[in-house]
Each structure stands twice: as structure tokens, then as C-alpha cells.
């Protein structure tokens, strides 16, 4: 199946440094990619939705100033927790859609963020 | 209420022991569904998709009851690699669409 990568895979921050976390499909083009949120024993939480050549669309209640995503090539999508903050902490996850016509979406094995 | 909810669990069940695991969602538009494993601290696994007409990929089966907004999951013979947590997750329409995700059912296999 299709890869998709995520690094780092862990960081450690300090409160109100930026960090960028890169998602990249290996094997496969992705037009779109989705950045999640799942903070400990709860859902995975859409943020956004990133999209190559064009500006990301962002759920109800996420900052945009504050997680900006830049998409920059078909295989290629960044988060950047801008002034990052304790409650930031949390881990990120993407997807990108499978090439198919299903729903497939294929994850990166995810960011884990801890802010002190 | 939450679009789609989950029992918490934790699901403890000796090896060998049929698990079922339920899930309700609340859009009735919701066109796709699925159910995902995720072991801990790692990415949400598909795990298969769910079918009206119902689907079984060996242990597993999945129902999804439209008409009730119901989607369950059955494990036969469970085993020890099956420990993880177990997501419902639908979306609103085919193709490039967001999913929603259930908060997970966590299910723990014991000797």
C-alpha cells in the first residue's frame, strides 16, 4: 500500500518556539492531505485539510495564524505550530487519499509534540 | 452530542472470545464507513470498510444498520495481537472528504 512519513516522529520544545512537522506521500502523489489532532484518549481531530498550489482550509476553532500549513509540492505538506504553548502538546497526525476512488486514506505514524 | 460515538470501554476478554464492539453516528448523510485500529502511541490502521449489506474479512465482521444509524464490529476468537483500540469512522461522501472519528473502543486479549 501507499507510504505516507511524518518527521519528526517526537520533539521537545520550549513554550513559544515554532515547530514544523513535514508529511510526505513516498511512493504516491497527493493533491490533498489532512493534518489531525488527538490529544490523549480522545478522537482524532480534524484540523485541516491542505491542498497543493492553493491556501489550506482549516476546521471550525483552529487558528490559522497559529497552525500554518504550507503544501508546497504534490508530495510535500507542512505543519508549523507557530509560538507553540503547553496545551499545544499533542499528537499530529496526517493522511493522505489514496489514489483509488475509495475513501482510503493512508496515515503517517504521527508527531508527538510535548511543550514544556 | 458527538457525530459519532463510541463505547469507551476497556473491552477485557480472554483469548478466544467473541468481542462486538457498537458504534452510532448522528449525520444521516453520511455516505462511507469504516472501522480503524490503533495501537498505542501509533497512526489509526484500516482495519476493513463497512457495507449495508454487511462484510466479513476472516475473525472480522461489520454490520451498518442505516436506517438506526448503527455500525458494529464483531470479533471471533480473539486474540492476543488483537489488543488495541478500535475506531468507527465515517464520512460524509465518497471520495476526498474528512473523516470523523469515533473516540475508540479500547479491547484488551488476555492469556
Known amino acids: 500500500g501507499a507510504v505516507v512519513s511524518q518527521h519528526p516522529s517526537w520533539v521537545i520544545c520550549k513554550s513559544g518556539t515554532s515547530v514544523k512537522i513535514e508529511c510526505r506521500s513516498l511512493?504516491?502523489?497527493?493533491?490533498?492531505m489532512f493534518w489531525y489532532r488527538q490529544f490523549p484518549k480522545q478522537s482524532l481531530m480534524l484540523m485541516a485539510t491542505s491542498n497543493e498550489g492553493s491556501k489550506a482550509t482549516y476546521e471550525q476553532g483552529v487558528e490559522k495564524d497559529k497552525f500554518l500549513i504550507n503544501h508546497a509540492s504534490l508530495t510535500l505538506s507542512t505543519l508549523t505550530v507557530t509560538s507553540a504553548h503547553p496545551e499545544d502538546s499533542s499528537f499530529y497526525i496526517c493522511s493522505a487519499p489514496g489514489t483509488d476512488s475509495t475513501d482510503t486514506q493512508y496515515f503517517g505514524p504521527g508527531t508527538r509534540l510535548t511543550v514544556l | 452530542r458527538k457525530e459519532v460515538e463510541q463505547d469507551p470501554g476497556p473491552f477485557n476478554v480472554p483469548e478466544g472470545a467473541t468481542v462486538a464492539f457498537n458504534c452510532t453516528y448522528s449525520?444521516?448523510?453520511?455516505?462511507?464507513f469504516f472501522w480503524y485500529r490503533q495501537d498505542c502511541r501509533k497512526e489509526p490502521k484500516l482495519l476493513m470498510s463497512v457495507y449495508s449489506s454487511g462484510n466479513e474479512d476472516g475473525r472480522f465482521t461489520a454490520q451498518l444498520n442505516r436506517a438506526s444509524q448503527y455500525i458494529s464490529l464483531l470479533i471471533r476468537d480473539s486474540k492476543l495481537s488483537d489488543s488495541a483500540t478500535y475506531l468507527c469512522v465515517v464520512s460524509l461522501s465518497w471520495g476526498y472528504n474528512k473523516l470523523i472519528f469515533g473516540a475508540g473502543t479500547r479491547l484488551a486479549v488476555h492469556p
Open positions: 511512493d504516491f502523489q497527493a493533491t490533498t
Open positions: 449525520n444521516s448523510a453520511s455516505q462511507s
